[in-house]
């Protein structure tokens, strides 16, 4: 099992930029596909991106790609998501999760630990 702890979130302003962190806890976190997700007010939690346990490939949501960026040190039990050139739709609640099947996954229902997440909020 992994506990998940994000942060990093704000208020921002178009244009701007963010460095969201997710800490896990344990000594397992090398074997977990690491995921973030969006969930904006009214709306379904959507796929941001994800990223194998080795950090060797990532994979982006079409709206995301190119602006942010997933990484992960596995020394520090802990996964990153670079927000550039942020938008107003940008704005939500970000999640990480964790999943330890081989293939990097899009549906939320596939992960299996979640963070609770942090607001990211961009004004314009």
């Known amino acids: 099992q992994v506990q998940l702890v994000e942060s990093g979130g704000g208020l921002v302003q178009a244009g701007g930029s963010l460095r969201l962190s997710c800490e896990a806890s344990g000594r397992t976190f090398e074997r977990y596909n690491m995921g973030w997700f969006r969930q904006a007010p009214g709306k379904e939690r959507d796929f941001v991106a994800a990223i194998r346990r080795t950090g060797s490939t990532t994979y982006y949501a079409d709206s995301v790609k190119g602006r942010f960026a997933i990484s992960r040190d596995n020394a520090k039990n802990t996964v990153y998501l670079q927000l550039n050139s942020l938008k107003s739709e940008d704005t939500a609640v970000y999640y990480c999760?964790?999943?330890?099947?081989?293939?990097?996954?899009?549906?939320?229902?596939?992960?299996?630990?979640w963070g609770q997440g942090t607001q990211v909020t961009v004004s314009s």
């Open positions: 999760a964790a999943d330890m099947g081989f293939i990097l996954k899009v549906e939320s229902t596939e992960y299996e630990y």
